[in-house]
């Protein structure tokens, strides 16, 4: 089902504006969002309790009659609470399988970092390669499947931090922060208020059919050469006159990355109605697509270097490509 851009773009609008009914300010994180949806991507999301991480999904699952399963993480977690297992019937003398509460549209993984690491590697496992294996059997999780797992950075005791290597299956690391006062003012008024019934306005079809258009959004060589050198910036830094930086770097992004930087500015362009890719598209999501990939050594840690410093003097160094589209018309002529 191949829609306009000006089609794809309403839909989109139009289940922005079901989802501002209800969440107030958080714009930004909405939008990234949106982007692993169509991109089929997952989120990790950083920030403290009460930004409405958890109200955000549901009422996105909601808007386009998903199905959406909150999973609150605890250290007594075990992997079989969330894949599922298997439960003898006693009335019939066989095994059944139970599947757990991955299989859903959108996932929410409550503070992540408080399960022990074979809960993490078993949803994990499950995001790459979107199946279950119970006794042998393999159950496939529904299409879209998008995960979003929160981290609460306040507190560390009783935590499980996550391994480096588990963190890169995340397309995104998106940092939520406080709303303004004025946000505020208004999510009191909301919260206080009347209930809020949200229109569903599409389906998971619809979805479905929007993250195929987005595959065949445009990419010019030049903006994925431009993704390729920053990734490329984040291991060899020398390279690129980043000698400075060698000592802060344990280990640079994957090319999960490089990936994620297409795939990422592919679904941005189609939000903007756009079926071709510009350089803006891309710089946009760098920071999101490479913090959590980039392994900092102790030095770093000494000299208080965030992985966002390291990032913003990456992008400083690399320089943007020239818009390579000038119009919709070209863009279908080299696609």
Same mark, same amino acid.
């Given at each position: 089902?191949?829609?306009?851009?000006?089609?794809?773009?309403?839909?989109?609008?139009?289940?922005?504006?079901?989802?501002?009914?209800?969440?107030?300010?958080?714009?930004?994180?909405?939008?990234?969002?949106?982007?692993?949806?169509?991109?089929?991507?997952?989120?990790?999301?950083?920030?403290?309790?009460?930004?409405?991480?958890?109200?955000?999904?549901?009422?996105?699952?909601?808007?386009?009659?998903?199905?959406?399963?909150?999973?609150?993480?605890?250290?007594?977690?075990?992997?079989?609470?969330?894949?599922?297992?298997?439960?003898?019937?006693?009335?019939?003398?066989?095994?059944?399988?139970?599947?757990?509460?991955?299989?859903?549209?959108?996932?929410?993984?409550?503070?992540?970092?408080?399960?022990?690491?074979?809960?993490?590697?078993?949803?994990?496992?499950?995001?790459?390669?979107?199946?279950?294996?119970?006794?042998?059997?393999?159950?496939?999780?529904?299409?879209?499947?998008?995960?979003?797992?929160?981290?609460?950075?306040? *507190?560390?005791?009783?935590?499980?931090?996550?391994?480096?290597?588990? #963190?890169? @299956?995340? &397309?995104? $690391? =998106?940092? /939520?922060?406080?709303?303004?006062?004025?946000?505020?003012?208004?999510?009191?008024?909301?919260?206080?208020?009347?209930?809020?019934?949200?229109?569903?306005?599409?389906?998971?079809?619809?979805?479905?059919?929007?993250?195929?258009?987005?595959?065949?959004?445009?990419?010019?060589?030049?903006?994925?050469?431009?993704?390729?050198?920053?990734?490329?910036?984040?291991?060899?830094?020398?390279?690129?006159?980043?000698?400075?930086?060698?000592?802060?770097?344990?280990?640079?992004?994957?090319?999960?990355?490089?990936?994620?930087?297409?795939?990422?500015?592919?679904?941005?362009?189609?939000?903007?109605?756009?079926?071709?890719?510009?350089?803006?598209?891309?710089?946009?999501?760098?920071?999101?697509?490479?913090?959590?990939?980039?392994?900092?050594?102790? *030095?770093?840690?000494?000299?208080?270097?965030?992985?966002?410093?390291? #990032?913003? @003097?990456? &992008?400083? $160094? =690399?320089? /943007?490509?020239?818009?390579?589209?000038?119009?919709?018309?070209?863009?279908?002529?080299?696609?």
């Amino acid at each position: 089902m191949q829609q306009d851009s000006a089609q794809t773009a309403e839909l989109m609008e139009r289940m922005l504006y079901e989802v501002k009914r209800v969440v107030v300010g958080q714009d930004r994180f909405l939008e990234r969002v949106l982007i692993a949806m169509l991109a089929q991507g997952h989120l990790l999301v950083e920030g403290v309790p009460g930004l409405a991480k958890t109200l955000t999904v549901k009422t996105l699952a909601r808007t386009m009659r998903g199905s959406f399963r909150r999973i609150q993480f605890t250290p007594d977690l075990v992997p079989a609470d969330l894949v599922g297992t298997r439960i003898y019937n006693q009335k019939s003398g066989e095994f059944g399988t139970s599947l757990g509460p991955v299989f859903a549209n959108l996932l929410l993984a409550d503070e992540i970092n408080r399960a022990p690491a074979k809960v993490q590697s078993a949803l994990l496992e499950v995001m790459q390669e979107r199946q279950v294996t119970i006794a042998g059997e393999t159950h496939r999780v529904p299409e879209p499947f998008v995960v979003m797992a929160t981290q609460n950075p306040i *507190e560390t005791e009783g935590t499980y931090p996550l391994p480096e290597a588990q #963190v890169d @299956r995340f &397309m995104m $690391k =998106v940092l /939520v922060d406080y709303p303004s006062e004025e946000e505020e003012f208004v999510i009191a008024q909301r919260v206080t208020g009347g209930a809020v019934d949200v229109q569903a306005v599409a389906d998971t079809y619809a979805l479905q059919a929007l993250q195929k258009e987005c595959r065949a959004v445009y990419v010019d060589p030049s903006l994925i050469n431009y993704a390729v050198k920053l990734v490329s910036a984040t291991r060899t830094p020398e390279k690129y006159e980043l000698a400075d930086l060698s000592k802060y770097l344990t280990f640079g992004a994957s090319p999960r990355a490089t990936i994620g930087l297409v795939e990422g500015a592919r679904a941005l362009a189609l939000l903007r109605g756009r079926r071709y890719a510009l350089p803006e598209d891309m710089v946009d999501l760098v920071p999101d697509v490479l913090r959590h990939r980039l392994v900092l050594s102790y *030095e770093a840690l000494a000299d208080n270097m965030t992985a966002d410093q390291i #990032v913003q @003097r990456v &992008m400083q $160094k =690399v320089a /943007v490509p020239d818009k390579p589209m000038a119009h919709e018309g070209s863009a279908n002529t080299h696609a």
